[in-house]
């Protein structure tokens, strides 16, 4: 007798009870795997399902510790874990604070592209013993769900009352959790700079298992000991309709019967007429087989396709394959539609963007005070002083320090203070002539915008 091996099929199980069964009627749950998360705990499932997989695991003593802190290097390793990711250890390290000894080093490493780091001068630390945060949350789940920030309304964040506090690189992620609903506030924060606690971390990681990012390995789990039963095609083959609207286009299609079913895959391809998956790649997995509607739009993500992204003004290939236990697909009918063409963004505001510096000998040391510029795209300022360079700017000519709030316009420099590259040599020193800007730092465009410069001895 056969045995199948899946599972996936006890996470879809697991999703389903969380949705439509009481706990009571629960069959596979652990109950009493932890004595400090009952069944009544608000993340009790998704606690199980991280545990159960040995993503996040208890502490040996039948605790779990729910409202314990994650630190940014455990976060990571729960990353790797997750997404199955096959880890890496580089020889020369990217953060300078986390050396090939350490025993998080190819966790960090290997989920890089998912995590955030505090940018230094030229280089980059990770910080990993620094707690993790809602927001560095946010930058993992909205990247590991391939999901684009590109034209993400950032409005949507006015709704909370401490936007403010939230990183400014970090909003359009930020925005994305809450526009899709993976991530959602108190009713009046968000709480970006909370520490993440290690249920909420499961409750939101389990969300790349259920969202299908994660397909974990078939060999893991015996679900059943008795062949899937097959169903009619005439059943299984979803009929696709398409509607091209202003700057997306819509999917619809038939449901398909329910026995059995795993996934339905949105396909597109820029030249293959009868694109299926695996083969012509993926766009969306969608694991309900009542959910039978969706968008995709320009500039979306194409998994191991033709190409890597869906283009405006391009043709593509569309369809729809419903996918059963046992590796059966079934491919709807193929419309071939041109991606609409996104209306380009507003140009950007580059007026106001050159400070304007004044100084004066004050206390033994020089006062700096400069005019604020545009906060639109701002990124920092960078006070630049030089012994030779009578017209210093940021990078060439390294800097003091830097200010990331626009309005945050004076500084006190004196000697004895550390200086990062250019011309200084280490400290600012006393008697010494120095050339002295603002550099106002942008994301966009010509990036660097530096004032005039004043000269003074230093006292």
């Known amino acids: 007798m056969k045995m199948k091996k899946r599972l996936f099929s006890v996470v879809l199980i697991l999703v389903m009870l969380l949705l439509s069964v009481s706990v009571q009627a629960r069959s596979d749950s652990n109950n009493g795997r932890f004595t400090d998360v009952n069944e009544e705990h608000w993340a009790y499932e998704h606690i199980e399902l991280m545990s159960k997989y040995r993503i996040i695991e208890g502490y040996g003593n039948g605790l779990f510790g729910p409202d314990d802190r994650v630190s940014r290097e455990q976060f990571a390793k729960m990353m790797v874990l997750t997404l199955q990711l096959e880890t890496v250890s580089p020889s020369t390290p990217y953060f300078t604070d986390v ?47 391939g999901l684009s920030i590109s034209g993400v309304d950032l409005s949507i964040l ?53 969202g299908e990012k994660v397909v974990f390995d078939e060999e893991k789990v015996i679900i059943g000991d008795e062949d899937p039963i097959t169903p009619g095609e005439e059943e299984t083959t979803p009929v696709l309709s ?24 949105v396909v597109a391809s820029k030249n293959d007429p009868t694109p299926i998956y695996p083969g012509d790649g993926y766009m969306q997995a969608i694991g309900s087989v009542g959910s039978t509607e969706t968008y995709i739009r320009p500039n979306d993500n194409i998994n191991n396709g033709d190409t890597s992204k869906l283009l405006s003004g391009e043709r593509y290939y569309i369809s729809i394959t419903a996918v059963y236990e046992g590796d059966n ?21 580059t007026s106001n963007r050159t400070p304007v510096l004044e100084g004066v000998i004050t206390g033994g040391g020089l006062s700096l005070d400069w005019s604020s510029t545009n906060s639109s795209n701002f990124k920092y300022y960078k006070v630049v002083f030089s012994r030779n360079d009578t017209t210093p700017v940021y990078p060439g000519d390294g800097y003091l320090t830097y200010i990331s709030d626009n309005l945050d316009s004076d500084y006190y420099a004196s000697a004895g203070k550390s200086y990062n590259g250019g011309d200084i040599g280490g400290e600012l020193e006393s008697g010494v002539s120095y050339h002295v800007s603002i550099t106002a730092v942008y994301k966009d465009g010509q990036k660097y915008y530096p004032s005039n410069t004043i000269s003074y001895v230093l006292p």
């Open 329 to 349: 697909r079934y491919a709807s009918n193929v419309i071939q539609v041109t991606v609409p063409t996104v209306a380009p963004e507003p140009p950007v505001d």
């Open 242 to 265: 398409v509607n091209v609207l202003d700057e997306k286009i819509k999917l619809q299609w038939t449901q398909v019967d329910d026995s059995n079913f795993k996934y339905y895959k």
């Open 158 to 210: 006015d709704q909370f009352a401490d936007k403010s506090t939230m990183s400014e690189n970090l909003k359009p992620y930020i925005a994305k959790a809450v526009e899709e609903g993976i991530m959602i506030g108190d009713g009046t924060n968000f709480g970006a700079r909370n520490t993440l606690k290690r249920a909420e971390a499961a409750v939101l990681l389990a969300r790349l298992i259920v």
């Open 99 to 145: 050396t090939k000894k350490d025993w998080s080093y190819p966790y960090i490493e290997t989920a890089r592209p998912y995590l955030t780091g505090y940018r230094s001068g030229s280089s980059f630390a990770f910080r990993p013993q620094s707690d993790a945060e809602r927001e560095d949350m946010a930058v993992a789940i909205v990247r590991g769900l």
